[in-house]
């Protein structure tokens, strides 16, 4: 009897063995062979090995796992339920993993795991509501105190929209790791709020808690997106004072700061200091450089890319593109976009195209343009035919401008800014009839605007300005310095551009492209109260979440000469570096 159940012991520490080194489906299939004609088979570390391996292993099988777990485990233990439950939550079915949940409340209380991988589940599948009956789960099961739990919780209120929720769960924590912290600025991040991601971090310095290589790529990330260079730079200290800077995450997330805050000798300073690159490494470089306007730069980074021997992506030909765009360069551009898919074997998608039509439809090919539309497979978006708009107000082309609109008519995605674009292309060409048609479908059709704003970085704030702000606790200021930099561009040339729209014609009037000329655009008062608050030579750097429209980008031209300023303004499409009196776009954006 003894001697029967050593021979047992020693089969069973075998197969543990075995599955231990498991690395294929097929080995795995003989492995459990032997478990069943050796009467193993109930052995819950066998079968919860069997079944992690099949549920969870890239070579795994959930098919497989269903199997087993249905027809040769009986009386599942959580460790198996839990199994189930992760597989399905990272597979294309994550609905599943929430029905196996569901099924093992049946039989056995959830722990930790499956609170964790169900509400990865809930995260995937964004279904809001289960993540709120977890939640409850939670605590009637008494894990409402638990960091990982929690931690998670946060992470799928926030995915599911909910990021009050999550910011609720979050301050409700009796203890707090680093990655709970970390997951509150990701989820701020994620969401768009990136200075409510910077608020997290001055919480965490009040509290005095730590930071690792993850907070600083979530923090720099938050400043990137607001422009915040003041922000970015002590983020930068401090990496370099805890000993990060080796670490290539957080050196591409440097990379990535400098040049979307308009500060590519930064980024190239942390380029080239940087021991190890990667693919993103390169992009960051050959990106930034296209969307500042230097296609040559972006041409030599990706040269140098490719002499490195690192493999391009989609986005390396979306920065080469957009640099080509933005330069000129046609030829270039349009051998780079066959390159993708002959040489490289990547296919295009849209915002590739989006490029393409952009390439063509800035040099003055607007034909060119309108059939790499027609022949592409994105022909329904609307974002190549509103580019292929914006093309034809650069080169007054009233034929294909009106194909245009009537194609973002039909897609149902016309908007304010479209009218408004055709209006002016009417106005160039003295279409009074046709400006006349414009205005009236923006007032039939009750067309909603877009609200403009811009903001500002000065010492360690970002201030935020909208269309004739006055919620500015320095308004009166504000104005009174609006006043004399009116005063001084002018004296130096500029002339106000009046709108072809009046505000009083749109539903919603709190757009920038609807500006009278008693309005103050959003970057005008961003520019004032930067003159006024900063000392003289400071580089003034703004962003807005619009393109910058006629007037203002004269205006800025005129007060980079005025005020000897270099003015850096970052647009929905490109930057444009204003210095004495000139823009590198060269007026062609």
Request: charged letters at 20%; one cysteine or more; glycine letters at 8%.
């Amino acid at each position: 009897m003894l001697t029967n159940h050593v021979s047992q012991a020693s089969k069973t520490k075998a197969i543990l063995t075995l599955l231990q080194g498991c690395n294929s489906l097929r080995k795995l299939s003989k492995i459990h062979a032997h478990v069943i004609t050796n009467g193993l088979h109930h052995h819950p570390d066998i079968s919860g090995k069997l079944l992690n391996f099949c549920a969870v292993s890239v070579s795994g099988s959930l098919p497989y796992a269903q199997l087993l777990f249905h027809h040769h485990i009986q009386n599942p233990h959580t460790q198996h339920w839990n199994s189930m439950i992760r597989g399905f939550s990272q597979s294309p079915s994550p609905l599943q993993a929430i029905s196996y949940y569901n099924l093992m409340l049946s039989y056995l209380s959830p722990d930790t795991f499956s609170f964790s991988f169900v509400l990865k589940a809930c995260e995937r599948a964004n279904v809001g509501p289960k993540c709120r009956e977890v939640h409850g789960t939670v605590f009637r099961c008494g894990y409402q105190n638990d960091v990982v739990v929690c931690t998670n919780l946060i992470k799928s209120y926030a995915v599911n929209g909910s990021i009050d929720h999550a910011r609720r769960m979050f301050d409700e924590m009796s203890e707090r790791d680093l990655v709970s912290w970390n997951s509150m600025i990701s989820c701020y991040s994620q969401a768009g709020l990136h200075h409510e991601a910077l608020n997290v971090y001055s919480l965490m310095r009040r509290e005095n808690v730590g930071l690792d290589g993850f907070t600083l790529v979530g923090l720099l990330s938050a400043c990137a997106h607001l422009g915040a260079l003041n922000a970015g730079v002590a983020m930068h200290e401090l990496a370099r004072e805890k000993g990060f800077m080796g670490s290539v995450y957080v050196g591409n997330a440097l990379i990535d700061m400098y040049a979307k805050c308009g500060d590519l000798d930064g980024a190239l300073c942390v380029f080239e200091r940087m021991r190890k690159r990667d693919a993103f490494t390169w992009n960051s470089m050959i990106v930034g450089y296209g969307v500042h306007g230097r296609g040559n730069e972006a041409i030599y980074f990706f040269e140098k890319m490719m002499m490195a021997g690192v493999q391009p992506n989609s986005i390396t030909f979306l920065g080469l593109l957009c640099g080509c765009s933005h330069q000129g360069l046609v030829e270039k551009g349009v051998d780079y976009f066959h390159m993708m898919s002959s040489r490289f074997n990547i296919k295009p998608g849209i915002k590739h195209y989006g490029c393409l039509v952009d390439l063509f439809g800035r040099a003055g090919k607007l034909e060119k343009a309108l059939n790499v539309i027609r022949s592409s497979p994105a022909q329904d978006d609307p974002v190549l035919w509103r580019t292929l708009l914006s093309s034809c107000k650069i080169h007054k082309n009233v034929e294909i401008g009106e194909v245009a609109l009537k194609n973002l008519i039909r897609l149902g995605s016309s908007n304010a800014g479209d009218y408004v674009l055709l209006a002016t292309i009417y106005f160039r060409a003295k279409d009074a009839d046709g400006v006349s048609r414009m205005r009236k479908l923006i007032k039939n059709q009750g067309v909603r605007t877009t609200p403009g704003w811009s903001w500002i970085e000065v010492g360690d704030q970002i201030h935020k300005f909208v269309v004739d702000d006055k919620s500015h606790p320095d308004t009166e200021e504000i104005y009174r310095k609006l006043e004399v930099v009116v005063q001084q561009a002018a004296l130096h040339g500029y002339v106000l551009e009046e709108s072809l729209i009046k505000a009083s014609e749109f539903t919603s009037i709190d757009t920038e492209c609807s500006g009278t000329s008693g309005s103050y655009h959003s970057e005008k008062l961003a520019i004032a109260f930067g003159l006024a608050r900063t000392p003289e030579g400071t580089c003034l750097r703004i962003v807005k979440n619009l393109r910058v429209c006629r007037d203002c980008h004269s205006f800025t031209k005129f007060i980079s000469l005025a005020f000897n300023r270099e003015i850096i303004v970052r647009d929905r499409v490109r930057f444009h570096h204003f210095k004495g009196g000139l823009c590198s776009c060269k007026d062609y954006w």
